[in-house]
């Protein structure tokens, strides 16, 4: 499934916080949005997901506009991975990603063998299985994020919305997690993340956008994006921008002297 975004503005009351936004994604790629805090990223977010409908625009889902559908219908054409998940209650690993098959079985019935092996398909895919039993809050930040993953792959959607995925997981499991994430594009999925890593914008996607002040900056490939000009632009703070390993990796070092040595 292709998501596209036409002509988007919206307002918190009388501020504007999207200004004629324009954005696609196409199955098996994955699109990565950068940009600073408040630049509207996680609003853009909200509208794709139908949460937010009192936008200037058009959002289609595979050629469908988005305007006027019920929660359920949405469910079925896009899922949502927040930056963290923090339960009440301590269920296992299981119970939590069965939790994403519930747009499947009406209101009055319960999840069935179908359900299950959904979950654990998806588990296997992502390299968890081995978890199904823990608790989620017993497990690490990484682990749970790759959880939240598997239970938006069971609602069997075409569409992954990643808010921050990596945010507050340590090097290692946002490696593993984006590294999962990348996986997913290639199978198939169209998936959209936000990151404040324009490194990791670099290494793993396909496209990315850049948003400031509400607007597009840029949009293109990774190598034309995340550029010294570019990063200047974005985050205010001047950048050298280094290529390593015939330009697979870009590497921003911020141009800040403190004291002296």
């Not at 098996?28 to 009192?54: A, D, E, R, Y």
């Not at 009406?106 to 299950?116: C, D, F, L, N, V």
């Not at 995340?226 to 015939?246: A, C, P, R, W």
Request: proline share 4%; glycine share 8%.
């Amino acid at each position: 499934m292709s998501i596209t975004v036409s002509n988007l503005s919206f307002n918190y009351g009388e501020r504007p916080v999207l200004d004629n936004v324009n954005v696609k994604a196409e199955p098996g790629q994955l699109l990565s949005i950068i940009g600073p805090n408040g630049v509207g990223k996680s609003t853009l977010f909200h509208c794709m997901l139908g949460l937010l409908n009192s936008y200037k625009g058009q959002i289609k889902i595979n050629g469908k506009d988005i305007k006027g559908l019920g929660v359920k219908d949405m469910a079925k054409l896009i899922a949502y991975v927040p930056q963290s998940h923090y339960p009440s209650f301590n269920f296992s690993v299981f119970d939590m990603v069965l939790m994403g098959t519930t747009v499947q079985v009406s209101a009055y019935s319960t999840p069935g063998k179908e359900q299950t092996k959904l979950v654990e398909s998806a588990l296997e895919r992502l390299g968890i299985a081995h978890l199904k039993h823990r608790g989620y809050t017993k497990i690490s930040g990484g682990e749970r994020q790759l959880i939240i993953i598997a239970r938006a792959l069971v609602q069997q959607t075409g569409v992954l919305i990643l808010d921050e995925p990596t945010a507050n997981l340590d090097f290692g499991n946002q490696i593993l997690v984006l590294t999962q994430i990348k996986y997913l594009a290639k199978d198939g999925y169209t998936i959209v993340q936000a990151t404040h890593n324009p490194e990791h914008a670099f290494m793993f996607s396909d496209r990315v956008l850049a948003i400031h002040e509400g607007k597009v900056l840029a949009d293109g490939t990774p190598s034309n994006i995340v550029t010294e000009e570019l990063m200047h632009k974005l985050y205010s703070v001047d950048i050298d921008v280094q290529s390593l390993y015939k330009d697979k990796v870009r590497v921003c070092i911020p141009k800040i002297v403190i004291g002296d040595k």
